[in-house]
């Protein structure tokens, strides 16, 4: 499968962006689907996930209750909606596959990865 993120851009403290994950080459819908970020001089950091089938979902404490992850079968896309952003949410955001069943936001657990997209947050 090949996975393309797009949806990031420049915004203010407070806004919102949607970000998608769309795939090519299979069907989304086998595969657990995360989001992981990577600030500049940090780890990379698993931010929320989805299971392939029963809606299972995983967030990372900082963007509980602001992010939300979702996927759209029949698009084959999955979307992480991120709203009251701040500036530490600034990072390069990647989503991955993981043929595994287990929602987990450890990176080594996911085999298929598309390339990033920025988000930055600032005034």
């Known amino acids: 499968v090949q996975l393309q993120a797009s949806g990031g851009g420049l915004v203010q403290p407070g806004g919102s962006l949607r970000l998608s994950c769309a795939a090519s080459?299979?069907?989304?819908?086998?595969?657990?689907i995360g989001w992981f970020r990577q600030a500049p001089g940090k780890e990379r950091e698993g931010v929320s996930c989805i299971s392939s089938s029963d809606g299972v979902t995983y967030y990372t404490g900082s963007v509980k209750g602001r992010f939300t992850i979702s996927r759209d079968n029949t698009k084959n896309t999955v979307y992480l909606q991120m709203n009251s952003l701040k500036p530490e949410d600034t990072a390069v955001y990647y989503c991955?596959?993981?043929?595994?069943?287990?929602?987990?936001?450890?990176?080594?657990?996911?085999?298929?990865w598309g390339q990033g997209t920025q988000v930055t947050v600032s005034s």
């Open positions: 080459g299979d069907a989304l819908n086998y595969y657990t």
């Open positions: 991955a596959a993981s043929l595994s069943v287990i929602v987990t936001p450890r990176a080594d657990e996911y085999d298929y």
